[in-house]
């Protein structure tokens, strides 16, 4: 069996507090995952028990007791919590809603009698507005303009 580089080694009170925030309330699936890795590691537990038992990752584990090596012992509630993720760019904003509405209150092109979603598309790209957009995006920035 490999030799573990991330040994942990709670104090009492770290693991009443573990045992705590597994017990009582409404936390997150994963908060909770991660106070039970800690604390079967903190039993001496292999890894490939505690991803059996828990139906993880071995990685998971791995980055539990990486994250738990490397915190500066101040509240043990603090590593469970993740890290806010960026999420997806917005797609609409106030500058592209401005243009539709621009776009769409104009006169309409020759050949058209009126501005269809796809219409509004080729020209936000034509004015480079954006450099491209869906007849979805059009719509939604129309909507938000009523």
């Known amino acids: 069996m490999p030799k573990k580089l991330y040994h942990v080694q709670l104090t009492e009170a770290e693991r009443t507090q573990l045992e705590m925030y597994v017990k009582q309330g409404k936390k997150s ?45 101040t509240n043990i509630l603090d590593l469970l ?25 104009s006169e309409a092109p020759a050949g058209s009698v009126r501005w269809t979603l796809q219409l509004i598309a080729d020209r936000l790209v034509e004015l480079k507005v954006v450099d491209s957009t869906c007849v979805e995006s059009v719509r939604k920035a129309l909507k938000k303009t009523n």
């Open 29 to 73: 699936a994963r908060a909770i995952t991660r106070a039970r890795i800690l604390l079967l590691a903190d039993e001496d537990h292999s890894d490939e028990d505690i991803t059996d038992t828990l139906g993880i990752s071995r990685q998971t584990v791995y980055d539990v007791r990486k994250k738990y090596h490397a915190y500066k012992r």
């Open 81 to 105: 919590r993740e890290k806010p993720r960026p999420g997806q760019p917005v797609k609409v904003d106030s500058r592209m809603i401005a243009h539709v509405a621009m776009i769409a209150c």
